[in-house]
């Protein structure tokens, strides 16, 4: 205690320390965003609890006047905590968003489902259906994130996207998935957690399935996160408690319902269950839950029978791919310590390599390289890899690394490749890579924990504020071909381009644009 007796120009050499500890961290180029924010939020804290016992302990001020001001902080704190709560996080970084107590909820109301229904038409034979392709699972036709034959016009200030409409719609960050016209998501309102049906072109609500289950973390928020898998004419969805639904397409009448986490001795995930729905020949494959066992469920399509499990991981926040590599069919899975391959026919083991690490999320894709090279990343301190696979002659498959960087750090975010380079979000900028080398040629723009597709040789980018952008996959530089305002708050859900038709959701609202064409 001498030292902070003695020491009278403490308070101003901590203040000095910390600024320069601030400015220092947030001068690293490839540290993280959410690691910069939370010490740039730390440091002063801490310069300030020291400044405090300084205070405290020095025989500068007046016993009384110490003892005055610890009790005025106390009782102002006290006060704090009885007029704020957090209501989620200020931004993908998870900080703490703090608000009065009496505010509304971030997410706007949604109106009644009675209402909605009863107000409901359809044309069946709307002729925009032929400028409007099918998009019938998560990350775009063939879960890659990459759409071809769009023709977009790259023109935004020309020719602008014309809204179809808007609505408000439940919580959660679930995207849509679009077929025949309809577009499919889930959503929470209340305590019911629910599969819903949109029309593509009015956003009329068609149909509604609910189920009296209710997932919510302080940081995450509410609801699903999972995008339903739409096919053979049904619905098959992945609720955030781990309620596997299984409908019909026209109307969500229920087939079959399984509850995977609870009749596997399964624990939900800290961000809830975020895995698409697989469908492979006759089965639909879903990831489990905590600890380390069995890491894939698949069950028949028809019937929901269970065929089999496999794995010996913890799930994490991807979904699992059907791929070819080394000339062997697999269901790719990112998990929360590993990269694993399974026989789609029996969940049997084919591949198994370790990456990244078990204490932080993983939610990025895998992106596949030609016939036998697999690109992963994550953030949080653990990057990227370019893999190369190879089967030797009894068939069993390896993988080699070839580089790893940290010049890709995707969160939420899954990257694409067009043309030997890779497009993603690195820690919330837009970022072009050479595959051959792992370079990364530009990094621009300020996107956050946001979204992107890749479409054609352009980039449709959902920001994490809201905002959707078009840009150039062109590895020579970054080109922004303008911007739309689309959403107003924080969006961490996937955009979906179905033909010309674009929609993006967050928590709050659902709008659908119709995208300019060349």
Not at 106 to 122: M, V
Request: hydrophobic content about 40%; overall charge neutral.
């Amino acid at each position: 205690m001498n030292f902070f007796r003695r020491l009278a120009l403490f308070p101003l050499i901590t203040l000095l320390i910390a600024s320069f500890s601030v400015i220092y961290v947030r001068s690293l180029p490839e540290f993280e965003r959410n690691l910069k924010g939370w010490l740039s939020a730390i440091i002063p804290l801490i310069a300030l609890v020291l400044i405090l016992l300084w205070f405290l302990c020095s025989k500068r001020f007046l016993r009384r006047t110490q003892l005055l001001s610890l009790g005025t902080l106390v009782i102002i704190g006290l006060a704090l905590t009885q007029v704020l709560r957090v209501d989620g996080t200020v931004d993908g970084i998870g900080l703490p968003n703090f608000v009065w107590k009496w505010s509304a909820h971030s997410s706007a109301k949604a109106p009644p489902l009675s209402a909605q229904l009863a107000s409901a038409t359809r044309s069946t034979q709307d002729p925009r259906l032929g400028q409007a392709t099918d998009v019938p699972q998560f990350f775009g036709p063939n879960r890659d994130g990459a759409i071809t034959g769009a023709r977009l016009a790259k023109d935004w200030q020309k020719s602008p996207p014309r809204q179809l409409w808007r609505q408000p719609i439940g919580q959660g960050w679930s995207a849509f998935a679009v077929v025949s016209g309809k577009a499919y998501t889930q959503e929470q309102r209340g305590e019911e957690e629910l599969v819903t049906c949109y029309d593509l072109f009015t956003g009329q609500l068609i149909w509604a399935h609910a189920d009296k289950a209710h997932f919510t973390q302080w940081q995450g928020g509410d609801g699903p996160r999972a995008t339903p898998t739409v096919d053979g004419g049904r619905v098959y969805a992945y609720g955030a408690t781990g309620l596997l639904n299984c409908l019909e397409a026209d109307t969500g009448k229920p087939i079959w319902q399984h509850s995977v986490l609870a009749a596997n001795q399964r624990t939900n995930l800290e961000w809830g269950i975020s895995s698409s729905p697989l469908l492979v020949d006759d089965q639909v494959v879903v990831t489990g839950g905590n600890p380390r066992g069995a890491m894939l469920f698949a069950f028949q399509r028809d019937t929901g029978t269970l065929l089999w499990k496999a794995g010996d991981d913890q799930a994490t926040y991807a979904s699992p791919m059907l791929v070819t590599l080394a000339g062997k069919r697999l269901i790719l899975s990112n998990n929360a310590r590993s990269l694993t391959g399974y026989d789609p026919r029996t969940g049997a083991v084919l591949l198994d390599h370790i990456w990244g690490g078990d204490k932080w999320p993983k939610a990025s894709q895998p992106v596949i390289i030609g016939p036998d090279r697999i690109f992963v990343s994550a953030g949080y301190g653990m990057g990227c890899q370019l893999l190369q696979v190879k089967s030797d002659p009894s068939g069993n498959l390896t993988l080699t690394e070839l580089w790893s960087s940290m010049k890709m750090k995707t969160q939420f975010n899954s990257p694409s490749v067009h043309g030997g380079h890779l497009y993603g979000l690195d820690d919330g900028r837009l970022a072009c890579l050479d595959l051959a080398t792992g370079d990364r040629l530009w990094k621009e723009g300020r996107f956050g924990s946001g979204q992107s597709l890749l479409v054609d040789d352009l980039v449709l980018i959902q920001s994490e504020s809201g905002a959707v952008h078009l840009a150039a996959a062109d590895p020579g530089a970054f080109k922004d071909f303008g911007e739309i305002a689309a959403l107003s708050s924080k969006t961490w859900n996937h955009p979906v381009l179905a033909g010309r038709y674009l929609l993006v959701r967050n928590d709050r609202e659902a709008v659908c644009y119709e995208l300019p064409i060349q």
